[in-house]
């Protein structure tokens, strides 16, 4: 029994150290600062998403766009990606409940959760925004909350604009594939899009640099977050034109296309990830770009 007790003690103690390391803040803080010192990628979520109630989860991704979203009704159709339902139904009772409330987060919390329980949390919570109004409701309500924030995560992904011009080419799509240089089946996850260097690439939404560096595998890359869950990557960058913390507007050069990295030829690794998880732009896209092999990286 002796020799049991100090093992179990061993066991719980990695657990905690385990659980600290990939579930707390404090974690994610420390991983970030490891990644941005040792020039690696960090799988760390956004700090906020480990103060949104739980709401921040990786998302049922919603079919493939039949026809074109009017950024009016992104976050309509966000909506009826989780309730499966029609956006076009959703985009005025939205409207109306926005107008009424005061906010958009405030008339989605209203869709999935009650207006009353919405009219309840603006009333307690120190402002619109979703993580302050969901903190506000009782524990019961996290299943709600949920839903909610997985509705503004796809409207906010649905907003994205594109990072090139439309002329430009898929040279490989999401999914897995051969790794063109190392060889193997890998998850590609991200699109690329073949192009000559220096092409300007835009920020598809308004955001916050939250890094902008170089490492032998990616290249000059930029990583932006959009909030709500969402963030853009963008690799193999010939020069970078924002920084670390920079605030950025949608359709602002951020960068200039290049063959940085682990690549085979000038193109630009575009990439979302939901909640830390990678998902096919071309989902949120009806539009889509005609794809041919080529550069890849």
Partial sequence: MRTRLPLLELFLSALCLWAAWYHTPAGALV???????????????????????????????????AGPVPPAEALAYGAAAVLEGSPVELAPRLRTLSG????????????????????????????AAL?????????????CIARTAQAAMLGETYALGWPLPETVRITSPFGVREHPILGGWRLHAG?????AIGTPVHAV?????????????????????????????????????????????????????????RSTGPHLHYQIDLAGEPVDPLRFRAQRPRTMSGATD
């Fill in 31 to 65: 991983r970030t600062a490891g990644a941005w010192l040792f020039r690696t990628r960090t799988t760390a979520r956004p700090l906020l998403a480990y103060f949104g109630a739980g709401t921040l989860v990786p998302p049922r991704l919603p079919p493939f766009l």
């Fill in 100 to 127: 009424r409330l005061g906010s958009d987060d405030a008339a989605l919390l209203a869709v999935f959760c009650g207006e009353e329980a919405a009219q309840y949390a603006i009333d307690q919570a120190r402002s």
């Fill in 131 to 143: 993580e302050d109004l969901a903190r506000a409701l009782p524990p019961r309500a996290e299943p």
């Fill in 191 to 195: 699109i690329d899009l073949g192009t």
């Fill in 205 to 261: 939404g308004a955001g916050v640099v939250r890094r902008a560096s170089s490492d032998g595998v990616n290249g000059r890359i930029l990583v932006l977050d959009h909030g709500r869950g969402v963030v853009t990557t963008y690799c193999h960058n010939e020069a970078l034109l924002v920084r670390n913390g920079q605030r950025v507007e949608k359709g602002q050069i951020i960068a200039r296309t290049g063959s940085s990295g």
